[in-house]
């Protein structure tokens, strides 16, 4: 079987080349012919982060100089890229969108997942807590236990485990990749998908989440685990966790320990989920800002500086709306997924009532219904969202770093435009 390579990922379009070829849903892509100096100056252009891309609505990444005016004959003109020269404030604008561009991406990514850290720490510890009196449903507690974690444990505390949720999404991403290679099982769906076309990437995604899990059930721990009595891991200790719980090697657990099988299925209703929430809310709250955009802002009369704006940041409000009505509407779910994958695994917290001293996690629930019928009978429905005030602030955070980076791009803007 030849590995089957996506036609797009993350925005990254198909960049042109010698031949044709065709996407799932039957669209083909013209080929592109290129002259000797094309080919002699080619240069590719780098990998798109959110937020960074400054294109208008419907638009694919363009080429690295590909609507640049050629260089008039005659002109003196060293710039070795077929965009002709760079001179000039145009040019200088334009170099300064594009890394002000960038700049925005990255602000967006780092607040997701490292200003955001403290909060899923203390979210997630919640969640496993069933002898919390104490729900911390509202970020005031919140902001009030974190301070007490950071001052009887040290910063570390609220960073715990964060190197293990990179490794938990490089190895999702990673293991998307291969899947889709050697499967005929679409990475990316086509503006003319077909519901078999959506059947069978939600389960590439499904697969994906199954293949993450041990490593994902690692990483909670990381997170949960009180300081205290925590050992100086290892950056990889996540990944040797993960193997060991598959082939049920390494730290002793509990008999109570769920396996695997038992965990497969909430860890694949999670997940996809997730997936199926956030994308339709996502392509909604675009097509909103688009229609907005376009009634409040005409074509003929909108300046420069909002055209950029506008290019900019639907994307990142979308991302960042979806993401927090899924999370919202999952946190019950999230909740019992928590609880199974920490069972058994001689897991010790820290205790959310006071600030300091342990507890240790000794449930015993028999699967996903137990687990339910469970918490409502002893915590009620309100303990299904223990912790959700550090969704509060996590949101208000990564919303706060959204409108600053606004402002402050706004600014740069309106001083070289």
């Known amino acids: 079987m030849h590995p089957r390579r996506p036609d797009g990922f993350d925005g990254l379009g198909y960049r042109g080349g010698g031949s044709s070829r065709e996407d799932p849903g039957g669209n083909s892509f013209s080929a592109k012919s290129f002259s000797s100096s094309d080919l002699s100056h080619w240069v590719t252009t780098p990998p798109d982060i959110p937020g960074s891309r400054n294109l208008h609505w419907g638009e694919?990444?363009?080429?690295?100089?590909?609507?640049?005016?050629?260089?008039?004959?005659?002109?003196?003109?060293?710039?070795?890229?077929?965009?002709?020269?760079?001179?000039?404030?145009?040019?200088?604008?334009?170099?300064?969108?594009?890394?002000?561009?960038?700049?925005?991406?990255?602000a967006s990514l780092f607040t997701e997942n490292v200003l955001a850290h403290p909060c899923i720490v203390l979210r997630r510890q919640c969640q496993v807590n069933y002898h919390a009196r104490h729900y911390h449903l509202t970020p005031f507690t919140v902001i009030n236990i974190m301070y007490s974690f950071n001052k009887t444990q040290g910063p570390r505390a609220l960073w715990k485990g964060m190197g293990s949720t990179f490794i938990v999404q490089g190895v999702t991403l990673g293991a998307e990749g291969i899947i889709s290679e050697f499967t005929p099982l679409p990475r990316e769906l086509s503006h003319k998908w077909s519901p078999k076309q959506v059947g069978e990437h939600l389960l590439l995604k499904?697969?994906?989440?199954?293949?993450?899990?041990?490593f994902y059930s690692a990483s909670l721990i990381e997170t949960v685990q009180s300081e205290i009595i925590r050992?100086?891991?290892?950056?990889?200790?996540?990944?040797?966790?993960?193997?060991?719980?598959?082939?049920?090697?390494?730290?002793?657990h509990s008999k109570r320990l769920l396996p695997l099988l038992a965990l497969t299925f909430p860890t694949v209703l999670h997940g996809v989920l997730h997936y199926i929430i956030s994308s339709i809310i996502q392509k909604f709250v675009l097509l909103l800002l688009k229609r907005k955009n376009t009634h409040n802002h005409p074509t003929e009369s909108t300046s420069p500086v909002q055209s950029i704006l506008d290019a900019y940041f639907p994307e990142l409000i979308a991302n960042f709306t979806a993401s927090l009505c899924s999370d919202v509407m999952l946190y019950p779910l999230e909740t019992v997924l928590h609880r199974l994958h920490i069972q058994g695994t001689r897991t010790i917290i820290d205790n959310t009532d006071l600030g300091y001293e342990v507890l240790p996690i000794n449930t015993q629930y028999e699967g996903m219904r137990d687990c339910i019928n469970t918490i409502k009978q002893e915590e009620g429905m309100l303990g299904f969202y223990k912790g959700f005030g550090a969704i509060i602030v996590q949101y208000a955070l990564h919303a706060a770093v959204l409108q600053i980076t606004k402002i402050i791009y706004s600014t740069l803007l309106q001083s070289n435009v």
Do not use: H, W
């Open 206 to 214: 499904a697969l994906t989440y199954v293949v993450a899990m041990p």
């Open 231 to 252: 050992d100086n891991a290892g950056i990889l200790e996540c990944v040797k966790e993960g193997i060991g719980r598959v082939i049920g090697l390494g730290v002793p």
């Open 60 to 106: 694919k990444t363009p080429l690295y100089g590909a609507g640049a005016a050629p260089t008039p004959v005659g002109a003196s003109c060293e710039e070795p890229y077929p965009g002709g020269c760079s001179s000039g404030p145009g040019a200088s604008s334009e170099q300064l969108n594009r890394f002000a561009g960038f700049g925005i991406g990255l």
